[in-house]
Structures are given as structure tokens and as C-alpha cells.
């Protein structure tokens, strides 16, 4: 089989650039189904953008790459073709939009699409033995649709990072990256809940409540959810995408209130009532008991000086825990790391010692914070390399 560009990874990457590169294409994945990711994504709504996405919200050992490709194919691009593909959608909370009715929609409009470009797309398949030719690359091609060799002038590599392994997930990006000598940065677990040996959360388990998160020096301010493994929630997931193992992070659990002026004025008007109960009209109460038994906030509010209130709510403020790990790439939503960004042309995705090969979405070491901008990284990065295929 000849054709002018192979693509591998028949996900949100993937199909967009399949979508758009034009010539004969070939869009190859292991899958039953395109976009399994997508389908079960934002609780199956699919958090498809970010009305805030910005460079500033992407971790990459070069924080400048990802600026070129999200500038030349913006949020507003892809909204306004989900728009002209009659998908209706709307805004929760921080700039994230979802579809009004199933994250199907958005990969029914990437087939849609494809299908229109006249993309040769090969389920339940395996590529496999990449090489370079005179003509650019071949692979071998096993499948219910063709099985034999393939050779294509081009080949794009949209197979995602290790997150979720159930879903399909596999390192295979960084080994065809290794195997054209591209080189790759170290990956791990990103977007991912932290765990405690311990069990130290077992019985407050399912509690939630604003909290701000901080990990690495940047904090994120949104939920946070006690669980029996451990800490989950966005403001955790956000959080560990900074953490690195052995760290602490801190915990503050009164983000937005001045809580000693608070408790000091209820202390005046209701001096008889049980601190933990005054605690509670800020606090969940099971929450509440937990932090009552490792600080022993007994007694009335009357029996607490100012001192001993300052000294609890800078506790409560700076909670600080040493996680002792991350539930890793088995829940994961991201992989941090990938394909070394310096092996690659920020504009078209292409890596220069191996013309007409690119890495585009999450197999490259750029990763978004929670709330689609992983997304919208699939989306520009695919039409960098798509544009470039097109001429």
C-alpha cells in the first residue's frame, strides 16, 4: 500500500490532522473505535475546549513551544467549528466547554470530516517495524483490512502517552521516536490523585470542599476530595502535575475567608457553642471530626484565646502532606514528558534530522492543566502539522 501520509493514532490528534492534511491518507489505530478517549471524556460530555487557554497553562521542558501552534489554531477555531458542525455546547465553571449533549458528537464530526477528505481509516490494526526509505518511511500493516507492507511519504505519530492503559494506552510513540533517534524526555503521571500509604482519609472518604493546592509553587484553587487512597479532586489533579515525588504540598483549606475574624465574632455571640460546631458552618462536618481527633479541638468557642484560634486557622490554612505517590498512569489523564521538544519544529511539528516524520498531541512533551486544554493542544498541534502536510 502507498500513500502520502500514515498517520498512527486514530485519537483527537490523529483524526483532526487526518482530517486536514489532504492526499491519500491513512489513518491507522489498535482500537475498535476512533477517539475512545474523547467518548469518555468530561463524563462523557467531552471537555472539548478552554475559552482561557493560554501558553501559561502548559508544562513542557520548553514553555515557548507550544505558543506558535496555539496561536495559529486558537479555542476559538475550534469553536467555531464545532458551531458550523451544529454541535450544540456551554460554559461550566473557569472557561470549560462541554457538549450540551455527548462527547459522540465531537468524534462523529471528526469521522464526518474524515470521511469527506476521503481518509482511509484501519481499526483493530498494528503497525509495526517503521523504517526510513528513499521515498520517506514504510511499516508493516496487520488487520482485518489489510495486512502487508505499507510505505508512505510522510508519517505523523498521534499515539498518545501512557494514561489510562485500559483505554489502549502505550508507550509506542516513544519507541518510534527512539527508533528514528528522536530523542525523549523522562514521562510520568499527570492530572493524577495523590495517595498515602497510610489510609489516613479512609473515613472522611467521598468528603469534598474548596480548597487551594499547592505543589511545585503554583496553586490552584477548585475542589479537593478526600478518598480511600488518598486525595483526589481538580484542585489535586491540577496540583500534581508539579508535584515531584518526596515533596510536599500544602493544603489550605480556607482559601477565600478571613476565618480567624470570623470565628472571633461568632466566639462574642455564641461563646457556648462547641468550636467544632462553629467550625462546621465552614467546614463539612465529617472533616471537621477528622481534624478534631489529630488537633484536639475540644471545649467552647469562649474557651479559645485569639492566639489559639490564629494558631488553628494557620493550620487550617497550611496543611501541609507528603503524599507518598500518585495513583499513576492507571487513572492518570495526562502524560507529562514525551518527545523531546527541542527534536522538534514548533511550527509544523515536524522533526528536522528526519524530514516528513511528525509527533503531535500528548505523544509530545507538552501537557495542558485540567479543563480541556489538553485538548485544544491535540487540536493545534494536529492543524500545525496538518497545514505543513498541505502545503
Given at each position: 500500500?502507498?500513500?502520502?501520509?500514515?498517520?498512527?493514532?486514530?485519537?483527537?490528534?490523529?483524526?483532526?490532522?487526518?482530517?486536514?492534511?489532504?492526499?491519500?491518507?491513512?489513518?491507522?489505530?489498535?482500537?475498535?473505535?476512533?477517539?475512545?478517549?474523547?467518548?469518555?471524556?468530561?463524563?462523557?460530555?467531552?471537555?472539548?475546549?478552554?475559552?482561557?487557554?493560554?501558553?501559561?497553562?502548559?508544562?513542557?521542558?520548553?514553555?515557548?513551544?507550544?505558543?506558535?501552534?496555539?496561536?495559529?489554531?486558537?479555542?476559538w477555531d475550534f469553536i467555531a467549528l464545532v458551531e458550523a458542525h451544529g454541535i450544540p455546547w456551554?460554559?461550566?465553571?473557569?472557561?470549560?466547554?462541554?457538549?450540551?449533549?455527548?462527547?459522540?458528537?465531537?468524534?462523529?464530526?471528526?469521522?464526518?470530516?474524515?470521511?469527506?477528505?476521503?481518509?482511509?481509516?484501519?481499526?483493530?490494526?498494528?503497525?509495526?517495524?517503521?523504517?526510513?526509505?528513499?521515498?520517506?518511511?514504510?511499516?508493516?500493516?496487520?488487520?482485518?483490512?489489510?495486512?502487508?507492507?505499507?510505505?508512505?511519504?510522510?508519517?505523523?505519530?498521534?499515539?498518545?502517552?501512557?494514561?489510562?492503559?485500559?483505554?489502549?494506552?502505550?508507550?509506542?510513540?516513544?519507541?518510534?521516536?527512539?527508533?528514528?533517534?528522536?530523542?525523549?524526555?523522562?514521562?510520568?503521571?499527570?492530572?493524577?490523585?495523590?495517595?498515602?500509604?497510610?489510609?489516613?482519609?479512609?473515613?472522611?472518604?467521598?468528603?469534598?470542599?474548596?480548597?487551594?493546592?499547592?505543589?511545585?509553587?503554583?496553586?490552584?484553587?477548585?475542589?479537593?476530595?478526600?478518598?480511600?487512597?488518598?486525595?483526589?479532586?481538580?484542585?489535586?489533579?491540577?496540583?500534581?502535575?508539579?508535584?515531584?515525588?518526596?515533596?510536599?504540598?500544602?493544603?489550605?483549606?480556607?482559601?477565600?475567608?478571613?476565618?480567624?475574624?470570623?470565628?472571633?465574632?461568632?466566639?462574642?455571640?455564641?461563646?457556648?457553642?462547641?468550636?467544632?460546631?462553629?467550625?462546621?458552618?465552614?467546614?463539612?462536618?465529617?472533616?471537621?471530626?477528622?481534624?478534631?481527633?489529630?488537633?484536639?479541638?475540644?471545649?467552647?468557642?469562649?474557651?479559645?484565646?485569639?492566639?489559639?484560634?490564629?494558631?488553628?486557622?494557620?493550620?487550617?490554612?497550611?496543611?501541609?502532606?507528603?503524599?507518598?505517590?500518585?495513583?499513576?498512569?492507571?487513572?492518570?489523564?495526562?502524560?507529562?514528558?514525551?518527545?523531546?521538544?527541542?527534536a522538534l519544529s514548533s511550527r509544523s511539528m515536524m522533526t528536522p534530522a528526519v524530514p516528513g516524520?511528525?509527533?503531535?498531541?500528548?505523544?509530545?512533551?507538552?501537557?495542558?492543566?485540567?479543563?480541556?486544554?489538553?485538548?485544544?493542544?491535540?487540536?493545534?498541534?494536529?492543524?500545525?502539522?496538518?497545514?505543513?502536510?498541505?502545503?
Amino acid at each position: 500500500m502507498k500513500v502520502d501520509t500514515a498517520i498512527i493514532g486514530a485519537g483527537a490528534a490523529g483524526m483532526m490532522s487526518a482530517a486536514h492534511a489532504g492526499g491519500r491518507v491513512l489513518l491507522v489505530d489498535h482500537a475498535k473505535a476512533p477517539g475512545e478517549k474523547i467518548r469518555i471524556s468530561g463524563g462523557g460530555r467531552c471537555n472539548f475546549t478552554n475559552l482561557h487557554c493560554d501558553p501559561s497553562a502548559f508544562l513542557s521542558r520548553n514553555q515557548h513551544f507550544a505558543k506558535s501552534a496555539l496561536a495559529r489554531y486558537t479555542q476559538w477555531d475550534f469553536i467555531a467549528l464545532v458551531e458550523a458542525h451544529g454541535i450544540p455546547w456551554h460554559e461550566k465553571t473557569l472557561g470549560q466547554l462541554f457538549c450540551d449533549t455527548s462527547a459522540k458528537d465531537i468524534v462523529a464530526m471528526l469521522r464526518r470530516m474524515m470521511q469527506a477528505a476521503g481518509v482511509d481509516l484501519h481499526l483493530q490494526s498494528t503497525a509495526s517495524q517503521f523504517a526510513n526509505t528513499t521515498d520517506g518511511f514504510s511499516f508493516d500493516l496487520q488487520g482485518p483490512d489489510y495486512t502487508g507492507k505499507v510505505s508512505a511519504t510522510r508519517l505523523v505519530i498521534a499515539t498518545g502517552g501512557k494514561s489510562i492503559p485500559k483505554m489502549g494506552a502505550t508507550g509506542l510513540a516513544y519507541d518510534i521516536a527512539r527508533r528514528f533517534d528522536v530523542p525523549v524526555t523522562e514521562t510520568r503521571a499527570g492530572l493524577v490523585p495523590f495517595t498515602f500509604a497510610d489510609g489516613r482519609f479512609a473515613e472522611i472518604s467521598g468528603v469534598a470542599t474548596p480548597a487551594r493546592i499547592t505543589a511545585g509553587g503554583t496553586s490552584f484553587d477548585e475542589a479537593l476530595l478526600f478518598t480511600h487512597r488518598g486525595l483526589s479532586g481538580p484542585a489535586v489533579l491540577q496540583a500534581s502535575s508539579y508535584w515531584k515525588e518526596g515533596e510536599e504540598i500544602t493544603v489550605n483549606l480556607c482559601p477565600e475567608m478571613d476565618i480567624f475574624e470570623d470565628l472571633r465574632t461568632r466566639r462574642q455571640a455564641r461563646g457556648r457553642k462547641n468550636l467544632t460546631t462553629e467550625l462546621a458552618q465552614h467546614l463539612p462536618a465529617r472533616l471537621v471530626d477528622h481534624l478534631a481527633k489529630q488537633m484536639d479541638l475540644t471545649g467552647n468557642l469562649a474557651d479559645w484565646s485569639d492566639t489559639g484560634l490564629q494558631s488553628l486557622v494557620t493550620h487550617l490554612q497550611n496543611w501541609h502532606l507528603t503524599p507518598g505517590g500518585t495513583e499513576g498512569y492507571r487513572t492518570a489523564e495526562v502524560t507529562l514528558g514525551g518527545v523531546d521538544t527541542d527534536a522538534l519544529s514548533s511550527r509544523s511539528m515536524m522533526t528536522p534530522a528526519v524530514p516528513g516524520l511528525y509527533f503531535i498531541g500528548e505523544a509530545v512533551d507538552v501537557t495542558g492543566w485540567l479543563g480541556g486544554y489538553n485538548f485544544q493542544w491535540a487540536w493545534s498541534s494536529a492543524m500545525a502539522a496538518a497545514r505543513d502536510i498541505a502545503g
